[in-house]
């Protein structure tokens, strides 16, 4: 059921160690001239240098994504269309997100499980 454990450095409303639930939910949505209004940041397991994974940093005020509501900080990107990024850099996600075309945009999305339901 868990995907990846990370200690965050900057998002303030995660705390300790950060599990994504590994089954995504897809949002999709419309991409215009502006993208599609959040930004990325990877972040490093400390058990496993050299394995990252992209998490939404924030939100664009009056952006895409925080009209549509599904997507919040914290949130793992796994996929944009039909590209992986389960593995990728930041700069890969980066540049996957800044090249699809403007149009209807599927993205694989991991939530944060609650620290109190995680198993022990």
């Known amino acids: 059921m868990v995907a990846k454990r990370l200690k965050p450095r ?20 419309e991409k215009d001239s502006r ?41 793992r990107l796994l996929f944009v269309n039909a590209t992986d990024l389960s593995n990728a850099s930041l700069e890969q996600a980066v540049n996957v997100l800044k090249s699809t075309p403007a149009g209807l945009v599927r993205l694989g999305i991991a939530k944060p499980v609650p620290v109190d339901q995680v198993r022990k």
């Open 10 to 29: 900057s998002l303030e409303h995660l705390s300790g160690l950060c599990i994504w639930n590994c089954v995504p939910i897809v949002v999709s949505l």
């Open 35 to 75: 993208g599609l209004g959040f930004s990325v940041i990877d972040y490093q397991d400390p058990m496993h240098r050299g394995e990252s994974v992209i998490v939404i940093r924030s939100l664009v005020p009056g952006g895409i994504a925080q009209a549509d509501g599904r997507i919040v900080p914290g949130d």
